[in-house]
């Protein structure tokens, strides 16, 4: 059974560092797809980046581009979200989700992180 | 990156059917098969309910059903349920990565 579990709900200043993850299992980490999806408060969802573990392949939507980074530890099945200085606008629900490679439909979610970024 | 555009809402009573439109361009929607939706109930995580225009993944329900046509995909959902009352969102492959729908938002009367 593929699962994907997310990290805990953060509370930071404006100007912070984060980095959140995304633990996944019951699946072969490189095969297949990670995504970030952002959902600030009462809006809809966003797409940042996808990431492909077996090759680091990476594709940031324009927005998000220079604003997080992605990366993976494969050994431990796990992929994060950085952000090297955080800003009020970053607060929002943020969804990790994967899909098999080959696949265009998003079949797992974690359960989001919330970020409240307030001074 | 200008999101799919989506009506805000749309509601319908209990056993009507509702379409949600979504509408893109020639180079996302009206490119490629890709196009999914996904439901979304207050608190929880999306749930994709449609995928490949008109797929349904195992244990969705028959009652919803997609299509496309041009540059614009539609989601219809039957006999309109209580239950599927929630937020729905399409999302289409625009080269990488994706690109959602604005939103809407399903009442049932």
């Known amino acids: 059974e593929v699962q994907v579990v997310q990290s805990g709900a953060e509370v930071k200043n404006p100007g912070e560092s984060l980095r959140i993850s995304c633990q996944t299992s019951g699946y072969t980490f490189s095969s297949y797809w990670i995504g970030w999806v952002r959902q600030m408060p009462g809006k809809g969802l966003e797409w940042m980046v996808i990431?492909?573990?077996?090759?680091?392949?990476?594709f940031y939507s324009p927005s998000f581009e220079g604003q997080v980074t992605i990366s993976a530890d494969r050994s431990i099945s796990t992929a994060y979200l950085q952000w090297s200085s955080l800003k009020a606008s970053d607060t929002a629900m943020y969804y990790c989700t994967t899909t098999r490679d080959g696949n265009f439909r998003w079949d797992y979610w974690g359960q989001g992180t919330l970020v409240t970024v307030s001074p | 990156q200008s999101a799919l555009t989506q009506p805000a809402s749309v509601s319908g009573s209990p056993g009507q059917s509702i379409t949600i439109s979504c509408t893109g361009t020639s180079s996302d929607v009206g490119r490629y098969n890709y196009v999914s939706w996904y439901q979304q109930h207050p608190g929880k995580a999306p749930k994709v309910i449609i995928y490949d225009v008109n797929n349904r993944p195992s244990g969705v329900s028959d009652r919803f059903s997609g299509s496309k046509s041009g540059n614009t995909a539609s989601l219809t959902i039957s006999g309109l349920q209580a239950e599927d009352e929630a937020d729905y969102y399409c999302?289409?492959?625009?080269?990488?990565?994706?690109?959602f729908g604005t939103g809407t938002k399903v009442t049932v009367l």
């Open positions: 990431f492909y573990p077996y090759n680091f392949e990476t």
């Open positions: 999302n289409s492959l625009r080269g990488r990565p994706y690109v």
